[in-house]
């Protein structure tokens, strides 16, 4: 079946502008996780969504940073007046809440 | 919070030869225990996962094993081939409460011919 997507596969913005970036989980996933991958870094977690229950925003490393998830399936992440440090490739992950997560391609997003 | 350490952070074996990446977590609370090959420019891969009441786990020519007391776990690849050369990454998260996951470094896995 059809994986996690997510798109734009690359984006290039000027400092200062607001970017979305979105993600469409695989289809009847309860659980949806963004994480943020810095140049040959490790991942570092950034929000967590799980059914109807308030999502997990404590990986979010500033208040530029806000994600939404619309009728429990797409989830937009947006970064108001991007920095260069907020330069990476950001992942979306799916799964059914138990531990098993898949994630999508990412997005490449710099910073200019 | 949870803290999760890699090693080594590059690996270089030949093909045939078996490899192993360790790693060694913080929170006596994680129960679930993924590992991940990321391949350039592709995202993270799941290829097999542990949780806290199994000591052992082995799909094919990957296995993992679990010493809870010990907080470290470790990924074993048999009989290795070019096509396992990739960057592969432990993570550890519970299976209640804060199910993010939380990852290791990487380890850059090379796999000679």
């Known amino acids: 079946g059809a994986g996690v997507s997510q798109s734009p596969s690359n984006k290039v913005t000027e400092k200062g502008k607001d970017v979305e970036l979105r993600c469409d989980p695989i289809s009847g996933h309860t659980a949806l996780y963004w994480y943020r991958q810095s140049l040959g870094q490790g991942l570092e977690f950034l929000i967590y969504?799980?059914?109807?229950?308030?999502?997990?925003k404590s990986g979010l490393p500033s208040d530029r940073f806000s994600a939404e998830r619309t009728g429990g399936s797409v989830s937009t992440l947006t970064i108001q007046r991007t920095q260069q440090e907020d330069s990476a490739v950001y992942l979306c992950?799916?799964?059914?809440?138990?531990?098993?997560?898949?994630f999508g391609p990412g997005t490449r997003l710099t910073v200019t | 919070g949870e803290n999760v350490e890699q090693h080594p952070s590059t690996l270089s074996v030949q093909e045939g030869d078996s490899a192993v990446i360790k790693c060694t977590y913080s929170?006596?609370?994680?129960?679930?225990f993924p590992w991940y090959k990321q391949e350039l420019g592709k995202g993270p891969q799941l290829i097999i996962d542990i949780r806290s009441n199994v000591g052992e786990k082995k799909d094919q020519r990957i296995a993992v094993t679990l010493n809870k007391t010990a907080k470290h776990f470790s990924l074993h690849i048999t009989e290795t081939q070019p096509e396992d050369s990739a960057v592969y990454f432990c993570a550890a998260s519970m299976g209640t409460g804060r199910r993010a996951l939380t990852f290791g470094s990487g380890t850059r896995l090379q796999v000679q011919p």
């Open positions: 969504f799980q059914g109807n229950s308030a999502p997990d």
């Open positions: 992950a799916s799964g059914l809440g138990e531990g098993k997560q898949y």
């Open positions: 929170d006596s609370a994680s129960n679930y």
